[in-house]
């Protein structure tokens, strides 16, 4: 495997103009596609607690700029795949990516939660990136578990290839844990939704902030301590529940996997209503003590 590409300056570490010695980031997140059509009951496990609301889920990726480099967190799907498996389709994660000046061949590292279809769908549109993905995912993704259909079906065996080809052109770089990507960025193993999932700390202008990808769906699922009804160990997914509040410290420093709040809690980008700026401060606070329904009508 190829080292992964940092700059090198004699004399001193890696630093690039208007790099600082206490990085900070912007960070984007894309909707790219919805789910419509949605009630609370499917995103729970157990009960209800929103007693049949409509609650769409969105799909998004993340996009971490500054310090000299450009990260993408997960790389969505295709519109292919949205026919398929009937999600409404915004526009390619590239056309979101390309509103904020972003090119493909930008991309220095893409770094994957997990092997979902919805978070693994294009990564052969980034030839050029390192890709940065937990051993225990694709151990999982490739290995016996796969023989079970209920388990496989979030998974694109295409999406899967690629990330093998990534592998075998010697972009492909395996993380057993928490690991520091660049400094301000950090990868966490959460597992819980997937074997392998990991979760994204940031440094930005306000502080950490966590990309917490499907470690949890919603902020009520975080909130209330109640799953979202898709997991390999449900024990692992409370504990990343507990492990990530602890680590926020509180909730409009999470940033979920699926929520259309995100988009409404954080100030739009200029570019498109389907990105939220969320290294800038929320337009309405969330605390752990805040209802949806009290947090969406501030």
Not at 181 to 198: D, E, N, Y
Request: proline share 6%.
């Amino acid at each position: 495997m190829r080292e992964r590409r940092r700059p090198f300056f004699p004399g001193g570490p890696a630093m690039t103009p208007g790099v600082s010695d206490s990085p900070v980031y912007e960070v984007f997140a894309l909707r790219y596609a919805s789910h419509y059509g949605r009630k609370s009951a499917a995103n729970f496990l157990g009960e209800d607690p929103l007693h049949g609301s409509e609650m769409p889920l969105d799909f998004f990726v993340w996009l971490i700029r500054g310090q000299g480099r450009t990260v993408l967190v997960d790389t969505g799907f295709t519109p292919e795949t949205a026919i398929r498996r009937g999600r409404h389709y915004h526009a390619h994660p590239l056309d979101l990516l390309g509103r904020l000046g972003v090119t493909a061949n930008d991309i220095s590292d893409v770094i994957v939660t997990h092997m979902h279809y919805d978070h693994a769908g294009n990564i052969s549109e980034f030839p050029g990136a390192q890709i940065h993905m937990q051993t225990t995912e694709m151990q999982y993704c490739t290995g016996r578990s796969m023989q079970h259909s209920q388990l496989r079906k979030n998974y694109e065996s295409v999406d899967v290839a690629a990330a093998v080809q990534s592998l075998y052109e010697g972009r492909l770089h395996f993380v057993d844990g928490d690991e520091e990507i660049a400094p301000g960025i950090s990868v966490h193993l959460c597992g819980g939704h997937t074997k392998g999932l990991q979760y994204v700390t940031v440094a930005t202008a306000r502080g950490e902030i966590i990309l917490a990808s499907d470690a949890t769906h919603y902020y009520e699922n975080i909130r209330r301590r109640l799953p979202f009804p898709s997991f390999v160990d449900f024990e692992e997914y409370l504990d990343g529940y507990e492990r990530i509040a602890a680590q926020a410290k509180d909730l409009d420093r999470i940033i979920p996997g699926h929520d259309p709040l995100v988009l409404t809690a954080f100030p739009p980008s200029q570019f498109s209503p389907d990105i939220a700026v969320v290294h800038a401060n929320p337009v309405t606070r969330l605390t752990f003590e805040d209802s949806r329904a009290g947090a969406a009508n501030v």
